[in-house]
């Protein structure tokens, strides 16, 4: 750990104020972050989604924990900015797994994480409870290090639900989440699939952590999730999507010579 990647660690958290929202257009590999670094992006953030599917594998930690690690270094060595890494379920189960691949993340130049609560290839969220201790253990081995590593504890609450069944269960939920993973060393929280302004809000007045909200179809625009408290917004795979279909559309021309 270098004091550059302090000072990056350090910055990634200033970024995360309540109505100026930190806009995370997400990357996959080290172009793609020299890219988004040169039209003015204040921090880098990889999307799980996007990177598994660049190397030819499917979501859910399919994506080998080593080619993740190894893809991490070569973004961080190609840009200036804060790195923060899609986790995903931490590649591991047991508080020591979990221990191992945030050290792994940190030594490999990341200054931050998201880490969700959906359990990953099962079914359904870790109890609160759970992971809560899940949290603990990952804040304890960042204390073993210098870097105050940018936890996003994400909740897949409103995810795995239709958004037309979002109800006052589902938001109440979300905010004991944020409450508990505030208690147990989160930096931020993260609701993807929450799309609704008033619940919106209603989460940034109520949780402790900067909220974060991900872009998809009928969320409100950025300026208005802004006016509402979030503190940070994420493009999770709309980037990487865009970009093959841009390039489709280039090849289907060039192979039919038009």
Known sequence: MTTNQTERANLLTRLHTKG????????????????????????????????????GYADGQELPFEMAV???????????????IDLEGGYGDSASELQESVTRV????????????????????YSLEGQRARIEAIREATEQTSISLFINARTDVFLK??????????????????????????????APGLINAKYIERLCEASPLPVNILVMPDVPSSKQ????GVARISYGAGPYRLVMETLKDAGRKALSMS
């Open 70 to 84: 190894v893809n991490l270094k070569r973004i961080v060595a190609s840009v200036d900015l804060p790195v923060t």
């Open 106 to 125: 940190i030594k490999a130049g990341a200054v931050g994480i998201n880490f969700e609560d959906q359990i990953v290839g099962g079914t359904g969220l």
């Open 20 to 55: 100026e929202p930190l806009i995370l257009f997400n990357v996959w590999d080290a172009g793609s972050a020299r890219a988004v670094q040169e039209i003015g992006a204040k921090a880098i953030a990889t999307g799980s989604w996007s990177v598994a599917a660049a190397q």
């Open 161 to 190: 639900a239709d958004p037309a069944s979002h109800s006052e269960e589902h938001l109440e939920e979300a905010i004991r989440r944020a409450t508990a993973y505030a208690e147990a060393g989160a930096s931020g929280f993260f």
């Open 225 to 228: 999730l802004a006016a509402l």
